[in-house]
């Protein structure tokens, strides 16, 4: 049996008991090959959230931009202020939302979202709600928005005991760029994001990514996959993360 299978289970219910009203998030990334000894490390101290049955929740997303790559341009270039667009699968439910994520000037994300039909996924940008979402809130004309990468992934969802921190851990990436016709596959590697609330004590599971010598580092899934499978998006900002997940996954 595996770590994983071994924790305590939590379900979507009592997930929401944990409210992280003014939250502070954390990306790490890390090998596939190190899932097994961090959850050994932290296992007696956090559930695992279990959909229908299962701690790996499948997702598939995808994300919109403009023909110019307007809004993954003003990610590169380190601009505030930005937004990204995207229709997201929980495929354990077949759940969906059309998401915007938006990114204020003091670095904060918020997102907001609405559930879509799941059949309109390929279609998202014909449903009528979702053009007025997108109108109402970006300064993106809908008429302007393009298909531009598709992600797949599987995520465990972590909470500690004291229900005050959100663990999502990220592996099996896959990703197909609509626009250019180009695969990439880093499923070699974890995504991992930690969000408590701001001010809050290392917690255990920061203090074992410590002692693991694995460090903080941003990791943007749109923004890394299309570098890996765009030939004219610039990318030149994260060439630096690109060769660091190359060493991780190979």
């Keep these: 049996m595996s770590v994983l299978e071994q924790m305590e289970p939590i379900g979507l219910d009592d997930m929401k008991a944990v409210r992280l009203m003014n939250r502070v998030d954390q990306k790490y990334m890390a090998g596939a090959d190190q899932l097994d000894e961090l959850l050994e490390r932290v296992a ?35 601009k505030l202020n930005r937004q990204k667009l995207r229709v997201r699968c929980y495929r354990s439910t077949d759940t969906t939302f059309f998401e915007i994520k938006n990114k204020d000037n003091k670095k904060k994300t918020r997102k907001v979202r609405i559930p879509v039909d799941p059949q309109m996924f390929d279609r998202v940008l014909e449903v009528e709600e979702v053009k007025t979402f997108v109108d109402e809130r970006t300064p ?42 180009v695969d990439a596959d880093i499923s070699k590697l974890l995504v991992i994001e930690v969000k408590h609330e701001v001010g809050a004590p290392m917690s255990e599971i ?10 903080p580092r941003r990791m943007s899934k749109y923004c890394i996959g299309t570098a890996l499978t765009d030939p004219e998006a610039k990318k030149n900002r994260f060439k630096p993360k690109l060769l660091y997940i190359k060493k991780l996954t190979q």
């Excluded at 695992?48 to 994300?63: K, M, N, S």
């Excluded at 203090?207 to 010598?213: F, G, I, N, Q, V």
């Design 140 to 181: 993106w004309p809908v008429a302007q928005l393009h298909e531009c990468l598709e992600n797949r992934f599987e995520r465990i969802t972590l909470v500690d005991k004291g229900m005050s921190e959100r663990i999502t851990i990220d592996r099996g990436i896959t990703f197909h760029n609509r626009a250019t016709g």
């Design 206 to 215: 920061e203090r074992a990514l410590h002692e693991m010598h694995i460090q």
């Design 44 to 78: 007696g101290g956090y559930y695992v959230q279990h959909i229908a049955g299962e701690p790996l929740a499948p997702y598939r997303t995808l994300y919109f931009d403009t023909e110019a790559l307007d809004m993954y341009t003003m990610h590169h270039n380190q």
